[in-house]
């Protein structure tokens, strides 16, 4: 398969740095025994497909309370989507580190479970969601909490290189991008959107005067 020559440039120039990473991370699993492998594939499952980080930011969009959060968060992971999966990927197309099955990634991933992945490898999709999602909060919470936050974003990366489908530079490009995307999810959410829509109830509906006595008197 040719490489194109973003590609080709990734993995000769970067080879020293990724499979360092990778296995320093692959110790994780050589001391533990693979006591870790559990956790970082639930984590690696909660980034699967941004599913998990839309729904919350929707259930945040939903209370008032919580509503610039989410709605960051959302814009967030859409401007990622657009910059990581829809772009890079595309443009760079980076086979993943197990597509080589003479390398020196592919007997690491085949001992962590031979997790497959569909597309493309530059930048990591699931630590750019990650990041993207927890920027918001990181930037919109108290600081002295809110840093907590990115903890998930570096968790989800280090679980793409433990289960050895994805190089370690493309997490930091999926961290890059995730980042961007967060802050100007961010910036969108608290300058170009109305303040109108964080002050809206969508539960009021429930608190209106005589709604419950209208429906305990219908026929």
Not at 8 to 36: C, E, I, P, R
Not at 87 to 109: H, M, N, Q, S, T
Not at 179 to 189: E, Q, S
Request: hydrophobic share 50%.
């Amino acid at each position: 398969m040719e490489l194109t020559a973003a590609a080709q440039w990734l993995n000769t120039n970067l080879a020293g740095f990724d499979q360092a990473v990778t296995g320093a991370v692959h110790q994780l699993y050589l001391s533990a025994g693979g006591f870790f492998t559990p956790f970082f594939k639930l984590i690696s499952l909660l980034g699967k497909g941004g599913i998990f980080l839309i729904l919350l930011s929707i259930c945040l969009m939903l209370v008032r309370k919580t509503r610039r959060y989410g709605t960051a968060m959302l814009l967030g992971l859409a401007i990622g989507f657009i910059i990581a999966n829809l772009f890079l990927k595309v443009v760079i197309a980076r086979p993943r580190p197990y597509a080589d099955e003479a390398g020196y990634f592919y007997p690491l991933w085949d001992m962590l479970g031979r997790a497959m992945e569909s597309d493309k490898s530059f930048p990591s999709g699931h630590t750019n969601a990650a990041f993207a999602a927890c920027v918001p909060v990181f930037l919109l919470g108290n600081r002295k909490y809110s840093w907590t936050a990115l903890l998930f974003g570096v968790l989800m990366g280090i679980s793409r290189i433990y289960l050895v489908v994805h190089f370690p530079s493309d997490v930091v490009g999926g961290l890059l991008t995730g980042t961007l995307a967060g802050f100007l999810g961010t910036l969108v959410a608290t300058r170009a959107i109305p303040e109108s829509w964080y002050e809206l109830d969508f539960f009021a509906w429930a608190h209106r005067p005589g709604q419950h006595d209208s429906a305990e008197t219908a026929p």
